[in-house]
């Protein structure tokens, strides 16, 4: 009998400065634990969190301190709009 494996946490976090980065970078990646563990310390900076497995899928694609391929720039300026928005309503200035 096959039982499913429960599903591994993934998380990957990205960054981006306007007006100075070219496009967002991946800055760290990772499965199991190590995602356990970014989320943690996202948390624990009030990071924001969004959670798309589809687009963090592809994102653990991308090999660390690389920008994102032009194919995600839409899906990451959705992203940054949702996060911008959240900073708005909690009164922070900066993304």
Avoid at 50 to 57: D, F, Q
Wanted: glycine share 6%; charged share 25%.
């Amino acid at each position: 009998m096959d039982e499913a494996r429960p599903e591994r946490p993934q998380a990957v976090a990205i960054t981006y400065t306007s007006g100075t980065d070219t496009a967002p970078k991946v800055v760290a990646k990772g499965s199991g634990l190590m995602a356990d563990h970014i989320i943690t310390l996202a948390k624990e900076n009030a990071v924001p969190i969004y959670k798309n497995k589809t687009l963090t899928g592809m994102l653990m694609a991308i090999e660390l301190d690389r920008e994102i391929p032009p194919e995600l720039y839409q899906a990451i300026a959705e992203v940054l709009a949702h996060i911008y928005r959240l900073n708005q309503t909690m009164g922070h200035k900066k993304l």
